[in-house]
């Protein structure tokens, strides 16, 4: 039997599909002893289906919206309005309207109400859809009541309500809206109570803003608000603004605005102690529902009535160390150039991979560098090397340790950081040591692509445990860490030592170019050879223009030229394959797997270079570097203690042309056993499919490689479990991770602390030298990367994935990265001017906008609107 109506004392928060996500919270908070709540009733779904089903022509609208994507701005606006007239036009049936004013007879049939929107897909603890529908205040008498209820069922399909459940995987038809209706309190003061900072996302700091009168005033940004930090029963901070309106209640109905007199502007809307007394009740309401809370709230003769509460959805989760004490954790996705959402399956192979524990939180991996920070050797050690590879996280950890006491000091003989400097490790420049740790690397993984093929079930998850043991011993091998040090330090050396003596900048940036065993750089330069191969032949290059489906390597041998083509391209997969943008995350599909990605790229091969680009492109780099170290050696022959300086320079050049190219390999070895894993792992996933024990094989990428494990093992799985980390997942996509984070969920942001910057620069980190102007191209998915000779490429980060996309471009800015960030070392071997760590660049840069990137001096200008005879780019 259908029920229309329910008060909202029988409504509790697991009655969401009935009440909406606004009328199940306000029943729930109702429940809790100590907050007062309105009177009200919730007008149910029930309720809101009937209409549907009634109204005229809305079956159409809706298959028509069901239809339409994100980019067809003009249809969603005017259909979403169509839909609303229809509903605000519809006549509510005799039966359903005595269903709702009925109980306001109880409640006082001429009191005053609020009509209010509540969607089943509102107020969610994975989404919120804060605004999006209406609210009406002071709403007098039946009738009104009635035309108010159906404008917020109208309201369900506003452009913006549609628009966020599109880009949230909402279905219109599956979302209901339910409507509350609630007696009116009309308030001294109102406004909203953050029960978390929601600046820092501190979670022990609550927020309050307070405005007199109704909260609307504040809600719609009319209103400098009072704003008070609270900390431990404490008002840390307090703000009072300067209050020249107020919103109440219209004697008529509705509201109106009220100016308020100039002595009262700058009183507090609040007493210190109902600050204080607030807080606690929103403490209260948070450790109700669990979760922290953004709450509406009035000051009625001195007593708080709660109008609303809702999850915040936006907070970054807190990795669990579950000890009670203070941590420190920095992201792994800002080293690892890869601040996507991993999936459990990644996720779990990648902590299984690392030396140290790894936490996750919010899809991604975090390190706990608290014990670091305790000692002073640990201390200095992790601050100087960050402070030279990230400088955002640098002076985030500084702002920690400026606090005093949040952690706790070791002695000396605690553990110790990692060396940022100094003297480089002693070792002999001689590129047989790389040859010989690269062809370990290469034998190991000859063996681990024969054994894997004879395994399956258990014995399958069992090998490749023992099997990344091997690959912990290839990655943490001494001589391999002290191969990468070497040439790291050395770079740093130079960069000092070159800058003290010579006053040169950088200098280590040209020396670098054209390095030997840099597979990264020799990937991108590869793909020029495949141009090269497909460039002479017309028709394989009008077909790879129009493809898009995966198996198209399959249909080139039916052109001229095709099997050449398809050679090509498969034989740069057979050394190239296994990457992919995000590579860390084993579940990623790779360019093996998804060819198509590579096409964008090989065409804009072929259009913007020559035949034989890759060796002129080496060679040139070579050359350039060679050149500078003629140039520099002899300037400082010519200093006092000459020759010493010299030959000090010339074995530090030696060193890092011998061993900077290997810091690029060890992810390389670990992305080529990752993939021998992958395919042996999806093999296990279509068993278990035909076994009917997975839905699809990807579904294994939504468990740890232990559940994975198990689920092998006994031929049973959580379906509900799956489901839920799909939903997780998808929350965790729209979430931005920090550097650094602490256990009480605070979010410490790093700054530059540079003077003497032009007005407007963009400020980030300086990898590779030069300074380049052109065209910037923001571009975020490399499979969109349609780029001309000269643009300058801007997006969130480059792991090794997108280095075929840099040797067309002219200059890199990205808002993640590091001085020795894969792209840091790309940009500087292919001779690109870079800045890395430049904060929101993909936000602040517009696509098509003209930029100067300053690679040297680490900081971006936006330029005038172009002359159109000026040229595409120029190097400075």
């Not at 859809?129 to 009104?144: H, M, R, S």
């Not at 003297?423 to 290469?442: K, S």
């Not at 969130?796 to 993640?816: H, M, N, Q, R």
Request: glycine fraction near 8%; include cysteine; aromatic fraction near 6%.
């Amino acid at each position: 039997m259908r029920c229309y109506v329910l008060g909202l004392q029988e409504v509790d928060q697991t009655q969401v599909a009935v009440v909406g996500g606004k009328g199940a919270h306000l029943g729930e908070l109702s429940r809790i002893e100590g907050i007062r709540v309105p009177a009200g009733l919730c007008v149910t779904t029930d309720a809101f289906q009937r209409i549907m089903a009634e109204a005229p022509s809305m079956d159409d609208q809706l298959d028509r919206l069901s239809r339409l994507k994100l980019d067809d701005r003009e249809q969603l606006r005017a259909l979403s309005a169509e839909i609303r007239r229809t509903l605000e036009g519809t006549t509510i049936p005799d039966d359903l309207a005595a269903a709702i004013t009925r109980p306001l007879a109880q409640l006082g049939e001429q009191a005053a109400y609020a009509v209010r929107s509540s969607a089943t897909a509102e107020d969610l603890p994975t989404a919120s859809f804060a605004g999006q529908q209406d609210t009406y205040l002071n709403v007098v008498g039946p009738a009104a009541i009635l035309q108010h209820v159906r404008r917020c069922w109208a309201s369900l399909f506003t452009e913006r309500a549609v628009t966020y459940r599109l880009r949230n995987g909402f279905d219109h038809r599956k979302v209901r809206m339910a409507v509350v209706v609630q007696q009116m309190v009309f308030p001294q003061a109102a406004g909203i109570l953050f029960t978390v900072d929601p600046v820092t996302s501190h979670r022990k700091v609550s927020s309050v803003e307070a405005s007199f009168g109704l909260g609307e005033a504040l809600v719609s940004g009319r209103v400098n608000a009072d704003v008070y930090k609270v900390r431990d029963g404490e008002i840390i901070a307090k703000a009072i603004g300067t209050k020249q309106l107020a919103i109440h209640a219209s004697p008529a109905g509705g509201t109106q605005d009220q100016a308020i007199e100039l002595e009262r502007q700058q009183q507090p809307a609040l007493t210190d102690a109902q600050v204080v007394r607030l807080v606690q009740l929103g403490r209260r309401i948070e450790a109700h529902f669990g979760r922290p809370q953004d709450i509406e709230w009035c000051l009625v003769n001195d007593g708080f009535h709660i109008v609303q509460s809702r999850p915040i959805t936006t907070l970054f989760p807190i990795p669990v160390a579950g000890d009670g004490e203070n941590h420190v954790y920095i992201s792994v996705g800002h080293q690892q150039m890869m601040t996507d959402a991993m999936k459990p399956l990644g996720l779990s192979l990648f902590q299984l991979t690392a030396m140290r524990p790894m936490y996750e939180a919010g899809g991604r991996l975090f390190v706990d560098v608290t014990q670091n920070l305790a000692s002073p050797a640990g201390r200095a050690g992790l601050l100087g090397l960050a402070g030279k590879s990230d400088p955002l996280i640098g002076d985030a950890l500084r702002t920690v340790l400026g606090r005093g006491d949040f952690i706790r000091s070791l002695p000396d003989e605690g553990p110790g950081g990692a060396r940022a400097g100094g003297a480089p490790a002693p070792i002999e420049a001689d590129p047989a040591i790389v040859d010989a740790l690269i062809g370990r690397n290469q034998a190991s993984l000859a063996v681990l692509k024969r054994d894997i093929r004879t395994k399956s079930g258990p014995a399958l998850l069992d090998f490749i445990l023992a099997d990344l043991q091997e690959l912990k011993r290839f990655l943490f091998d001494p001589q391999s860490n002290q191969v990468i040090m070497a040439g790291v330090e050395a770079t740093w050396w130079l960069n000092e030592q070159l800058q003290a003596w010579l006053g040169e900048k950088n200098a280590a940036d040209t020396l670098t170019q054209s390095v030997p065993h840099n597979v990264t750089s020799e990937m991108g330069l590869a793909l020029l050879d495949v141009a090269d191969v497909i460039r002479p032949h017309p028709d394989v290059v009008a077909f790879l223009r129009h493809v898009e489906d995966e198996g198209f390597l399959d249909e080139l041998p039916g052109l001229a030229g095709g099997r050449e083509a398809r050679d090509a391209i498969r034989a740069w997969l057979d050394t190239y394959g296994m990457r992919c943008a995000g590579e860390i995350d084993i579940t990623k599909p790779r360019w093996s797997e998804r060819p198509t990605t590579l096409v964008p790229l090989i065409l804009g091969n072929i259009k913007n270079f020559e035949p034989g680009a890759n060796e002129r492109r080496f060679e040139q780099g070579r050359q350039g570097a060679w050149k500078k170290e003629q140039e520099l050696l002899e300037r400082l022959r010519a200093l006092p203690d000459g020759e010493r300086k010299a030959e000090e320079a010339k074995r530090m050049i030696d060193r890092v042309r011998t061993f900077i190219g290997y810091r690029e390999y060890p992810k390389y070895g670990i992305v080529n056993r990752y993939f021998v894993y992958k395919q042996a792992l999806l093999e296990e996933a279509e068993r278990l499919v035909q076994a009917r024990v997975l839905r699809e094989k990807e579904d294994i990428f939504f468990l740890t490689f232990q559940e994975l494990h198990d689920v092998v093992r006994t031929n049973t799985v959580d379906d509900l479990l799956i489901r839920q980390r799909k939903d997780a997942f998808r929350s965790y996509q729209s979430l931005t991770p920090p550097r650094v984070l602490t256990s009480e969920g605070e979010v410490i942001a790093g700054a530059y602390r540079r003077d003497g910057l032009p007005a407007g620069a963009l400020v980030g980190l300086a990898v590779s030298a030069g300074t380049i102007e052109g065209r910037a191209r923001v571009i975020l998915d490399m499979a969109e990367a349609d780029l001309e000779a000269g643009d300058i490429l801007v997006t969130a980060y480059t792991d090794p994935s997108w280095t075929p996309a840099f040797v067309a471009i002219k200059g890199l800015v990205t808002e993640v990265g590091g001085l020795m960030t894969h792209g840091a070392v790309i940009a500087r071997e292919y001779g690109l001017p870079a800045v890395v760590g430049v904060e929101q660049a993909t936000r602040r840069i517009q696509d098509g906008q003209r930029i100067r990137v300053h690679g040297t001096d680490g900081y971006v200008e936006i330029l005038p609107t172009p002359d159109p005879a000026q040229p595409a780019g120029r190097v400075r």
